[in-house]
Structure formats: structure tokens, C-alpha cells
């Protein structure tokens, strides 16, 4: 869904996007995720995530590599005044906590706290990070969220430093309960661009196959063609199991494959009630 999950509600893998949607969790869940994105960008996360009362808190561990960087150097004897020796390792590990809990029938809140170790050849940095989100029913098949994501101290080197990737999301869902659901979002980076995700999602009345698809808009434009910004994706759940697969293409460069593996075990609470429209509800629950 193009990223498009801000407001998104009782899913494990909300403690990646929004902490305030573990909230409404009504089973337990442990997930594989794999990633694998152009310029030999690779990610792969283990997560696991459970109810509790009023709420629920989730865990995650995981590993980003990147290949493919040439290392330069500078020399005046060439053209360019640069030359290439060997390639560049870079990569990063992260553990993550999260919790949410609902704070009345219509209020969610939610927070993570991740902890990073940066490498950059033989050097590494360590740094740590909080994101905090919130996310209201407002009744009628609407529910909006927003996060600040990575708020912290920059990775800092010896000769350098990695920034803080600092991000303010916010949007809206419309969910119709027998056939899918769609949502917008506003995304910025406090230290880069800005993006517009749209995003939808279809799985019927059974909820046993999900066809999802989206568009990032991004500002300014990066140059990569029109169509670097769509995303397309689906799902199959049997039992207790589900697979999800999503793709986005980005021009010449190539395209980025996601797939997740989600095992969902234990009794399902039920799940509060939706506030109905145009009344208030009593903050105590």
C-alpha cells in the first residue's frame, strides 16, 4: 500500500509504522520479513507481537546490508581526478520495542524504542531512537493516525556522522468491514523530501486473499519515471498462516521485492467496538 499504514489498526507489524495500532491487537503474531531493493540492498527482520489488556506490545530484531559501493579516492594524476579501490561495507542492526495501549474507545496511543548499531567499513556508531504515534476512531468507517518516527541522537563516526532519518507521518483510512479498506498519507523527512501515499487494499468477506495497491508521490520529483512510484502487492492467508508479496519498480535502477511470513497463534479477543458517528464518547474505557 505505497506505505499508506499510519492509521492502520490490529497488525502485528504495526510497531514498524505506527506503535499506537498495537493497541487493538486481538491475537498473538511472530513474523519473518525479507527485503530486497536495488543497488544490492538487502533487509530481513524477525518480529514477534502480543494483546494485552487495553493494549498490546510487540519486538523486533534486524539486519540491513548494502553492497556494491565503490570506494574512491582522490588522485590528480586521473581525468576525473578520482579513482575506484574495492567497495565500500555498510549495513546497520536494530533491536526495537513497542507498546500500545487504548486510551479510551476512541483514542489509541502507542510507543517504540529502537536501538541501532551502524557500520561503515571497520568503523561502527551506535545511536538510539524513539517514535511516538496516536490514532482516533472517528466512527463511520474512519480512523486517522499520526507518528513521529526516529527521534534521536545522529550516529556519530570518527570522521562523520550518520543523521537521525527524523519522520512526521499522518493520514486517514476509510474501511468497509465486508470488502477492504484505503488510506492517504503525509509523509515528511525533516532532513529530506516530502511524500504523498495513497494506498488500497481488498480481501472480501472471507479475508483469505488480499490484493493491495498504491502510489508514492514524491516531492521533488526524483527522476525515475512515473511509474517508480506505484506498488502492488498480495496476500493469502490459510488458518493461522499468512504470505504477503509486494514489488515497487524504480525505473532503471530496478525494482524493490518485499515478502513476510506471519504465524498467528492463541484465543482472538474480541475487538472494541467502533464509536458510532457524530457522538462523543467518555474518555474513560
Not at 164 to 169: E, G, H, I, K, V
Amino acid at each position: 500500500m505505497a506505505g499508506a499504514v499510519a492509521a492502520a489498526d490490529g497488525e502485528p507489524w504495526a510497531l514498524f509504522y505506527n506503535p499506537a495500532g498495537l493497541a487493538r491487537l486481538t491475537r498473538s503474531a511472530a513474523g519473518l520479513d525479507g527485503l530486497s531493493s536495488p543497488d544490492e540492498v538487502s533487509h530481513a527482520a524477525l518480529s514477534m507481537a502480543r494483546p494485552i489488556a487495553r493494549g498490546g506490545w510487540g519486538a523486533a530484531a534486524g539486519v540491513t546490508t548494502v553492497g556494491g559501493i565503490e570506494r574512491t579516492r582522490y588522485d590528480p594524476a586521473s581525468p576525473d581526478r578520482f579513482t575506484t579501490a574495492g567497495s565500500v561495507r555498510a549495513g546497520d542492526q536494530y533491536l526495537a520495542a513497542a507498546a500500545g495501549r487504548r486510551l479510551s474507545l476512541d483514542l489509541d496511543g502507542g510507543a517504540a524504542v529502537t536501538l541501532m548499531k551502524e557500520d561503515l567499513d571497520d568503523r561502527s556508531a551506535r545511536t538510539a531512537a524513539v517514535s511516538a504515534g496516536a490514532a482516533w476512531e472517528a466512527g463511520g468507517g474512519w480512523r486517522w493516525g499520526a507518528v513521529l518516527k526516529n527521534a534521536g541522537p545522529d550516529a556519530h563516526f570518527v570522521d562523520g556522522r550518520v543523521p537521525s532519518p527524523l519522520r512526521f507521518q499522518f493520514g486517514a483510512r476509510y474501511s468497509v468491514r465486508s470488502w477492504g479498506e484505503g488510506e492517504a498519507d503525509y509523509s515528511s523527512a525533516f532532513r529530506g523530501g516530502r511524500e504523498l501515499l495513497l494506498g488500497g487494499q481488498w480481501h472480501g468477506e472471507t479475508e483469505r486473499v488480499f490484493f493491495r495497491v498504491g502510489y508514492r508521490l514524491r516531492f521533488p520529483d526524483d527522476g525515475l519515471g512515473r511509474w517508480n512510484g506505484a506498488t502492488a502487492g498480495l496476500g493469502c492467508r490459510w488458518g493461522d498462516f499468512q504470505a504477503d508479496y509486494a514489488l515497487q519498480p524504480f525505473g532503471d535502477v530496478g525494482t524493490s521485492q518485499r515478502m513476510s511470513l506471519t504465524w498467528r497463534w492463541g484465543r482472538e479477543k474480541a475487538r472494541p467496538p467502533r464509536p458510532p458517528v457524530g457522538r462523543r464518547r467518555p474518555m474513560a474505557y
